[in-house]
């Protein structure tokens, strides 16, 4: 190589040195600038971490400098600045993040996504500087605790595509500020109140980009007309949960590419909308809760895309159109709880995609035929999801084709409370191979199949409550095995269970009344068991920890109830309902009820337990409803017992409890609203204490020996003052956990019934048959909403209050066997609802109140009260006028003779009158010591025939 090219290569490999120390600096000039940046968006991360708080330790990984790894935050692939931040919580997973949100996040220039839904900002309102993140394009802050007014200022996020606020206790007054928002595309806004926001339509109409508009429980009233529609983009619209008054829903028309509607759950009414059957895009429609109450227009049949109808808890009625076969994609069609009536069409049978179809709580009177296979039709007559079957038929010369319909993709049919009857056999079924769940309950279905049917199906859940299956017990059931719930209550089976069934791996159980016989050798670990109104017999089965409702109530089950609560278990007992009333148990109580602190229900009445309530029921601090009426039960009430706050209902009536009402029933069981103590022992006073029962609403003391006055106080029963009573569902246990509704037994016009579903509209007070004295308190008028009231067989005195007539509510009042006196107020006579009035054996006197509701009663109901007068009481009162007796007169000569014999029969009949009153009547008027054994000698003969309490 000569010179020159060594020169040349020289001054190259110098450049190519030149330009790798360049490119070396400004690599590591950049890279200083990104380790710059990368602090101050690490040390705005910091502070706002510091304001959280974080008891679940979320935020354990936020440590070290590479933030970008932080849990959480997400950064971007060149430039390596913080663009997201998601914080959001799984509501299953526990703690969540609270405390103060940083203005630390204003540091964070790039950040385009922040989403902190589902955590616990109590209290907090909206941060207002939120609006200057102005690169934000997607905002999440639902169901984060949030409260008070939304921030105007969210309005400068002009590059926002996604807002959700929904779920926090917000409001707006206001929703100008949204406009300018125009390219956003999903907003969320359930459970913002939106009642003062006159425009929110308005402001919803400018958003042009809009594909999602969640307005669910937002206080709306109303939906006003819309001349031209600018959001005609929206694909999901759900408008459920708001008061509607007025809406006018003929823009709907224009929303052409909606794809799901919702406005179930408002005050909808009449006829379905006729614009809704313009929208062909739709595939979700759910109108359910409202009052629609016309018919299902056969112009929804068009909207051939619809995959999910929800029309339930409406009051649709007619019978469901034959056009509904039109409906080839519906997956899930729900029609339950309306007033539909007439045949199941049989175009349902062409639904081939249907997997879930409810038609239960209607009217419908033939139900099933189309789910039958055809089986006798011939080929050329498919149906839209027909398959081809080759039969052998002995009358033509080859095989037979035949159509198969039936939903054959069916996995969930519910046709419960419907009024339909028939025979069903196996070829209703033969086709429903992917059936799971099948609710059938309340109809009049007679099950026909084979002792060898083998089902097509599978089923998870099975429900025929109310068919007729028996007598035999369905053998065809031990083919289920995948079967978690099953219902076959009222099915006429008058069979012994057999083994193969309590091997069954169910979580659901109900066979109630039948005639099912013999005994329980032991429980399955299923979560509910239904075994009531049976007849089995032998000692109780022994319980699963699994266990949480047990009832074997109205059997004949003997023996004690040790066994089975008192075994060893070393695992947890989740049960919290049991109820064994109506057998024949006997024994005291066993002492070992620390084992069953979940228990919520506790039934024991009408069988034949003695001994003391044991101190370990004190345990039972969930406890809710406790009924052992009707045994042999003595001594008094534990102390331990006080513990049990959470008692409801106390039904002890027909034992032989003894001692005084302790005072901590009044002061610790503050949420009781029936206490019945009838028909024991207890004496001593009424304790002050009751008063402070708040929520009582029936206090049945009747037939003990208490003594003292009514306590003033009982006029501060808040629920027995209100007119109004309101459904409160604490009586009722029906959930996941407990399927049970409180029952008590009350004897109301002196007839004893039993109250379930209508017991927390029930209102009274009976304390009669007692030794109570003094007068009857004028604050008990007060209690307008009383509807019975007893005090009938003491020892109280004075007049009635003249306010009783306030007592507006009142259906019966026994005021009988007492020493009362004066005049009855004439206000009694104002009250409507009164049908049972008994103030016999006092010492009333005067007129009775004048009023048609009085006088309409039977004079039977004042008996021993002879001083009382006016109607409906023959004796009239001094003043009355009494009525001429009109004296015929001779028409003609011809009448004369007839004449004199009739004035012979007059003027005898006062002579027979008086000889026969002061011969029989006249003592008894005269001497009081006459009258009252008289009318003893009549209550002795009374008591005899039906029984007294004094």
């Known amino acids: 190589m000569d010179r020159k090219s060594n020169r040349d290569v020289v001054v190259l490999w110098l450049w190519f040195l030149s330009l790798a120390t360049t490119t070396i600096q400004f690599s590591l000039s950049e890279g200083t600038s990104d380790v710059i940046r990368s602090a101050g968006e690490r040390r705005a991360l910091q502070r706002f971490k510091q304001g959280l708080v974080d008891q679940g330790n979320y ?50 220039k790039h950040l385009q996504y922040l989403d902190l839904s589902w955590n616990s900002f109590e ?58 928002l125009s390219i956003l595309e999903v907003l969320d806004m359930s459970w913002v109140d939106l009642s003062k926001a006159s425009n929110w339509l308005q402001g919803m109409n400018m958003l042009h980009s809009l594909s999602v508009l969640v307005l669910s429980d937002c206080g709306l009233s109303s939906i006003n007309p819309l001349p031209t529609v600018n959001f005609s983009s929206l694909t999901v619209l759900d408008l459920s949960e708001n008061p ?31 614009a809704l059957c313009n929208l062909t895009a739709l595939r979700s429609l759910h109108l359910f809760n409202n009052s629609f109450t016309s018919t299902i227009p056969d112009c929804l049949s068009h909207l051939t895309s619809l995959e999910s109808i929800d029309f339930s808890h409406n009051k649709f009625h007619g019978i469901l159109p034959v056009s509904i076969g039109n409906l080839t994609s519906l997956v899930a069609l729900d029609v339950s709880n309306n007033a539909f009536e007439g045949e199941i069409p049989r175009s349902l049978g062409e639904l081939c995609n249907l997997q879930r179809l409810d038609l239960s709580s209607n009217k419908l009177v033939k139900g099933l035929e189309f789910l039958d296979l055809g089986a006798d039709e011939l080929s050329g007559h498919f149906s839209k999801c027909s398959s081809v079957l080759s039969v052998g038929n ?196 066993p002492d070992c009820w620390a084992s069953w602190t979940l228990l919520t229900v506790l039934r024991l009445q009408n069988n034949n337990l003695t001994g003391h309530l044991p101190s370990s029921m004190g345990s039972l601090l969930w406890l809710r409803s406790l009924h052992m009426r009707n045994n042999s039960l003595s001594g008094t009430l534990p102390p331990s017992m006080q513990g049990c706050e959470s008692l409801t209902v106390v039904d002890l009536s027909e034992n032989e409890f003894s001692g005084s009402i302790p005072m901590w029933v009044g002061k610790n069981l503050s949420s009781l609203m029936v206490l019945a103590l009838r028909s024991n022992k207890f004496t001593g006073s009424i304790p002050m204490e009751f ?71 029930i209102t009274g007070i009976d304390l009669s048959c007692n030794n109570l004295s003094g007068e009857i308190p004028k604050e008990l008028t007060s209690l307008q909403g009383l509807i019975f009231l007893n005090l009938s067989v003491n ?121 026969g009153f002061w011969a029989v009547l006249g003592p008894l008027a005269i001497k009081k010591t006459w009258r009252v054994a008289y009318f003893q000698f009549l209550d002795s003969m009374r008591c005899k025939l039906f029984g007294c309490c004094w």
């Open 59 to 108: 935020l354990s990984s936020w440590t070290g400098e590479a933030c970008c790894s932080w849990k959480g935050i997400g950064c971007d692939n060149i430039t390596r600045h913080v663009v997201k931040i998601n914080l959001s919580r799984n509501p299953m997973d526990g703690a969540s993040l609270g405390g103060e949100i940083s203005t630390s996040l204003l540091d964070l």
């Open 691 to 761: 008063c402070l029962l708040k929520s009582l609403q029936v206090l049945d003391l009747a037939y003990n020996s208490l003594s003292g006055t009514i306590p003033r106080c009982f006029g501060n029963f808040s629920v027995m003052a209100s007119q109004v009573q309101p459904r409160r569902l604490f009586l009722s246990y029906n959930n996941s956990a407990i399927g049970f509704t409180d029952t008590v037994s009350l004897v109301v016009k002196r007839t004893e019934d039993e109250y379930s579903s209508t017991l927390d509209l």
């Open 123 to 180: 209290g907090l309102q909206i941060p207002e500087f939120l609006g200057s993140l102005t690169g934000l394009r997607y905002l999440n802050l639902s169901n984060a605790g949030f409260t008070g007014d939304v921030p105007r200022q969210l309005g400068n996020l002009l590059s926002l595509q996604y807002l959700d606020i929904g779920g926090n206790s917000l409001n707006i007054e206001n929703l100008d500020w949204i406009s300018p």
């Open 394 to 589: 002995s009358s033509s010369s080859g095989p037979t084709s035949v159509s198969v319909r039936g939903l054959p993709s069916l996995s969930y049919l519910n046709i419960s409370g419907n009024s339909l009857n028939g025979v069903v056999s196996e070829k209703h079924f033969a086709n429903l191979t992917r059936l799971k769940y099948l609710y059938a309950s309340s109809n009049s279905f007679t099950l026909q199949v084979g002792s060898d049917w083998n089902p097509p199906f599978q089923l998870e859940i099975l429900e025929m409550g109310y068919w007729q299956l028996g007598p035999l017990f369905p053998a065809w059931l031990q083919t289920q095995k995948d079967l978690m719930g099953l219902d076959i209550s009222r099915v006429g089976i008058k069979d012994a269970i057999p083994s193969w069934f309590w091997s069954l791996n169910l979580d659901y159980i109900n066979l109630a009344n039948n005639l099912i016989y013999g005994t329980v050798p032991s429980l399955p670990s299923a979560y509910q068991i239904f075994l009531g109104s049976n007849k089995f017999t032998g000692p109780l089965p022994r319980i699963s920890s699994k266990t949480f409702s047990l009832d074997l109530s109205h059997n004949s089950f003997n023996g004690s109830l040790s066994p089975i609560l008192c075994h060893q278990n070393n695992e947890e007992n989740t049960l919290r309902s049991l109820d064994l009333s109506g057998n024949i148990l006997s024994g005291e109580l």
């Open 244 to 274: 509607f008054v007025s809406a006018t829903l003929d823009w709907f028309s224009s929303l052409g590419s909606l794809v799901s509607l919702d406005l179930s759950s408002n005050n909808f009414h009449g006829p379905i909308p006729t």
């Open 795 to 915: 020892h109280l005195e004075g007049q009635l209050p003249m306010e009783i007539g306030a007592m507006t509510s009142l259906e019966s009042l026994d005021l009988s066997r007492n020493k009362l006196s004066g005049v009855i107020p004439q206000s009694l006579a104002g009250i409507s609802f009164l049908s049972y009035l008994n103030v016999s054996y006092n010492n009333f006197s005067g007129r009775i109140p004048s009023g048609t509701q009085i006088q309409g009663f039977n004079a039977s109901c004042f008996i021993g009260n002879l001083e009382l007068c006016g109607p409906p009481l023959t004796e009239t009162c001094v003043g009355d006028d009494l009525p001429e007796v009109p004296i015929p007169g001779p028409a003609d000569e011809e009448d004369d003779d007839d004449w004199i014999e009739m004035k012979w029969f007059y003027m005898s009949m006062p002579l027979g009158f008086v000889i």
